[in-house]
Nanobody
Framework: QVQLIESGGGLVQAGGSLRLSCAAS????????VAWFRQAPGKEREFVAA????????FYADSVKGRFTLSRDNGKSTVYLQMNSLKPEDTAVYYC????????????????????????WGQGTQVTVSS
């Protein structure tokens, strides 16, 4: 079992910044890749960014590339999503998730954006960007 707790969401004006955190407990966090997904009202859940277990490899959705930065501190079992230059279209509930395979780098690089490959999910944190 693993528990994930997201924090850092809120209301911000367009062009502003937020940093989301995802704190994990209950599993060897450093052995698993982690991703962020988001879901806006009336839309499907979409991939935002993912980071490998070591933190050396990251992937981003085209819509956030250059604006969002994903990092992790395995000593604190926490992943951070720094979001800059926020746009109204970034408004959504943001979820962090832990990949289902331990040290599964080869599998992960081919499936990092598939939400059904992630076993554990946080409760989500709301991000609202006003225009």
């Amino acid at each position: 079992q693993v528990q994930l707790i997201e924090s850092g969401g809120g209301l911000v004006q367009a062009g502003g910044s937020l940093r989301l955190s995802c704190a994990a407990s209950g599993r060897t966090f450093s052995s698993y890749a982690v991703a962020w997904f988001r879901q806006a009202p009336g839309k499907e859940r979409e991939f935002v960014a993912a980071i490998s277990s070591t933190g050396r490899t990251t992937f981003y959705a085209d819509s956030v590339k250059g604006r969002f930065t994903l990092s992790r501190d395995n000593g604190k079992s926490t992943v951070y999503l720094q979001m800059n230059s926020l746009k109204p279209e970034d408004t959504a509930v943001y979820y962090c998730a832990v990949y289902g395979v331990q040290n599964g780098m080869v599998l992960w690089v081919h499936s990092y954006s598939d939400y059904d490959r992630y076993d554990y999910w946080g409760q989500g944190t709301q991000v609202t960007v006003s225009s």
